[in-house]
Nanobody, 117 residues
């Protein structure tokens, strides 16, 4: 089992910034991937960004250049720095973890990000 505890999120004006963090604990393999997905009302959950234990990043096109994903490998923590936020970034953001090469998906409890003036 893997436990995920995330923090950050909240209300921000368009053009503002927020930082999310998520710490993993439990049965963590040396090879794994962590990251973030989001789900807006009435929409499916979608990828925001992931980063593997080997530092390979996968970032959604609509956040490239605005969002940065990083990891503290010693702390098993992943960060999402979100800049130039837009109202369409409003969603519940879920931390994600998967042991590699084949492992079940783990999800954090979700944190609300609201971009509004």
């Amino acid at each position: 089992q893997v436990q995920l505890v995330n923090s950050g999120g909240g209300l921000v004006q368009p053009g503002g910034s927020l930082r999310l963090s998520c710490a993993a604990s439990g049965s963590i393999f040396s090879r794994n991937t962590m990251g973030w997905y989001r789900q807006a009302p009435g929409k499916q959950r979608e990828l925001v960004a992931t980063i593997t234990s080997g530092s390979t990043r996968n970032i959604a096109d609509d956040v490239k250049g605005r969002f940065t994903i990083s990891r503290d490998y010693a702390k098993n923590t992943v960060y999402l720095q979100m800049n130039s936020l837009k109202p369409e970034d409003t969603a519940v953001y879920y931390c994600y973890f998967q042991n590699l090469p084949v492992g079940r998906d783990y999800w954090g409890q979700g944190t609300q990000v609201t971009v509004s003036s």
